[in-house]
């Protein structure tokens, strides 16, 4: 029993989903809490997955035509107020700096919550003529919202992300420009991550302060909650004629540019730990796994045992590959790879070497197999590959099987109450029918979707005719 117990008890997700979350985060050293409340150290583990998504993004953004600039990060008082929605919706996340030094500040600086005043400022003078359009610009930073409920990589006061903000000179392409990104965030989602989304528009009441549009991707959680995943806004010219920002068009006439702006998260990594994750810890996609391979070696000090371990190692050089010659038990070391999500393990001892073979184990399925130990790279390989897809439809039909249809309010709290899920209903359109199903179930509308169905003729929740079918579910 003693190799049961060496990775600390992990509560399982049945019992308490949100303690099983946070062991799981804490003991696959993810994160360190900090005596700066809200806010979190993360640690090496944690921060390996993020440069992973932000490599692989960024290259997606560089092949769009996106360029990386960075912004300062304090905002003035009065460029934050030129836009009345935007910054009502801001407010009461906003953290002020009101001291430089011992000096009182003249105007208080806001810690940027988001860059749309910061880059409005900025291309106002950037951009004179048609010929300096588009601007596809991105950045990679640091914001601060001072959120009251704070939970690892999901809502933090300070998180990381990136924000793209970019100006053109036709509501067109400013349009296809926020769809585009939207589609680049799902095709990551489900190809990097593989995490299934939903793609479509929030709902007026759900949209971002100051935007004429919002579309977003919406992800399943194990708990059957859902998780607004990335968003990609189309802010027609209304922040253009708020800030001025104006071009010479080609007929010599003076206009003013269309914007959009989108970005994802560190939240991005909570995503994959309540996707994917089960009672042995967390489990990772291979494109994304810091380490993809780990190799264990059995009786390690047999002669010749750390030497085929190493040896495997330099053979797997196309892969992030670790050798775990720590003097712990073998069963400890198995624990410990599967509660840190590695994609595979190799076990190899000195039976194995005599045998010219080795056993690999699949951390998703659990699956053990023979590799003779000639075939170990192609083997790897095709591992990586299936596991990836795997995880991928596996996550698929887990959001089918907790997705569901309400033609009625009855319908609804039933579902929303017992078997937690996202929940498809009509919708007439108005608000006060969103507030009263947020009123009553504590769901909000997620999107939406793209991809249009008719239920039934009836608003859920009023019974007036419907105009679109939404997507509705209780949210992290």
């Given at each position: 029993?003693?190799?049961?117990k ?11 989903f949100?303690?099983w979350y946070?062991?799981v ?7 360190g809490?900090?005596?700066v ?13 993020w440069?992973?998504?932000?490599k692989?993004l960024?290259?997606?953004f ?7 600039v960075y912004m300062p990060?304090?905002?003035p008082e ?5 836009e009345?929605d935007?910054v009502?919706?801001f407010?009461?996340e906003v953290?002020?700096v009101?001291y ?5 500040l003249?105007?208080?600086?806001c810690v940027?919550p988001t860059?749309?005043t910061?880059?409005c400022?900025?291309?106002?003078n950037d951009?004179?003529?048609?010929r300096d ?10 914001v ?6 704070t939970?690892p990589?999901?809502r933090?006061?300070e998180?990381?992300?990136?924000e793209?903000h970019?100006a053109?000179a036709?509501a067109?392409?400013a349009e296809?420009?926020?769809i585009q990104m939207?589609?680049?965030?799902a095709?990551f ?18 949209k ?9 991707i919406e ?7 859902a998780?607004?995943?990335g ?8 922040f253009a ?6 071009f010479?068009?080609?007929d010599?006439k003076l206009k003013?540019v ?11 990594i909570?995503a994959l730990?309540m996707?994917?994750g089960d ?5 990772l996609p ?5 380490t993809?391979v ?9 002669e010749?045992v750390?030497d085929?371990?190493?040896?495997l190692?330099?053979r ?7 050798v775990?010659?720590?003097?712990k038990s ?8 599967e ?9 190899i001892g000195?039976k ?5 073979k080795?056993?690999l ?8 197999l ?5 075939e170990?790279?192609a083997k790897?390989?095709e591992?990586m590959?299936?596991i990836?897809?795997d995880m991928l439809?596996k996550?698929?039909?887990h959001r089918e099987s907790?997705?569901?249809?309400a033609?009625?309010?009855e319908e ?12 498809k209903a ?6 006060e ?5 947020k ?8 999107c939406?979707p793209?991809?249009?169905e ?10 007036k005719?419907?105009k679109?079918m939404?997507?509705?579910?209780k949210?992290?």
């Amino acid at each position: 029993m003693a190799d049961k117990k060496m990775v600390e008890q992990i509560t399982s997700m049945e019992e308490d989903f949100a303690q099983w979350y946070t062991d799981v985060v804490l003991k696959a050293e993810l994160i360190g809490y900090t005596s700066v409340k809200g806010c979190m150290a993360i640690k090496p583990a944690g921060y390996a997955i993020w440069e992973l998504i932000q490599k692989q993004l960024d290259e997606r953004f560089k092949a769009a035509g996106v360029q990386n600039v960075y912004m300062p990060m304090f905002i003035p008082e009065s460029l934050l107020e030129k836009e009345k929605d935007h910054v009502e919706g801001f407010a009461p996340e906003v953290a002020w700096v009101t001291y430089g030094g011992l000096q009182k500040l003249q105007e208080r600086l806001c810690v940027r919550p988001t860059s749309e005043t910061l880059f409005c400022d900025f291309y106002k003078n950037d951009i004179q003529s048609y010929r300096d359009l588009p601007k596809v610009y991105n950045q990679w930073c640091n914001v601060v919202r001072w959120e009251k409920e704070t939970r690892p990589f999901l809502r933090s006061r300070e998180f990381l992300w990136q924000e793209g903000h970019t100006a053109h000179a036709t509501a067109e392409e400013a349009e296809e420009r926020t769809i585009q990104m939207l589609n680049e965030y799902a095709d990551f989602a489900e190809q990097v991550l593989a995490i299934p989304v939903i793609k479509g528009r929030k709902t007026e009441k759900e949209k971002f302060a100051g935007a004429e549009a919002t579309y977003t991707i919406e992800a399943l959680m194990h708990d059957g909650k859902a998780l607004q995943s990335g968003t990609s806004h189309n802010f027609g010219d209304g922040f253009a004629k708020a800030f001025g920002i104006q071009f010479t068009d080609k007929d010599n006439k003076l206009k003013y540019v269309h914007q959009t702006s989108w970005g994802v998260t560190t939240r991005l990594i909570g995503a994959l730990i309540m996707v994917h994750g089960d009672n042995s810890g967390l489990v990772l996609p291979p494109k994304v796994a810091p380490t993809q391979v780990v190799i264990i070696p059995i009786q390690q000090r047999k002669e010749g045992v750390l030497d085929k371990a190493y040896e495997l190692k330099d053979r797997l050089s196309n892969f992030r590959v670790k050798v775990d010659d720590t003097d712990k038990s073998p069963g400890w070391k198995f624990a410990e790879a599967e509660m840190r999500g590695i994609p595979v393990r190799v076990e190899i001892g000195p039976k194995d070497i005599e045998a010219g073979k080795c056993v690999l184990a699949r951390r998703d399925t659990g699956e053990k197999l023979e590799c003779a130990l000639d075939e170990l790279e192609a083997k790897i390989a095709e591992l990586m590959e299936t596991i990836q897809k795997d995880m991928l439809e596996k996550a698929r039909k887990h959001r089918e099987s907790h997705t569901y249809v309400a033609k009625n309010m009855e319908e609804m709290g039933n579902i929303l109450n017992n078997t937690p899920g996202f929940v498809k209903a009509m919708w007439c359109g108005c608000q006060e029918c969103e507030d009263k199903i947020k009123e009553q179930f504590a769901a909000t509308s997620r999107c939406m979707p793209f991809e249009q169905e008719t239920l039934s003729d009836t608003c859920v929740c009023c019974g007036k005719p419907a105009k679109k079918m939404v997507y509705w579910g209780k949210a992290y």
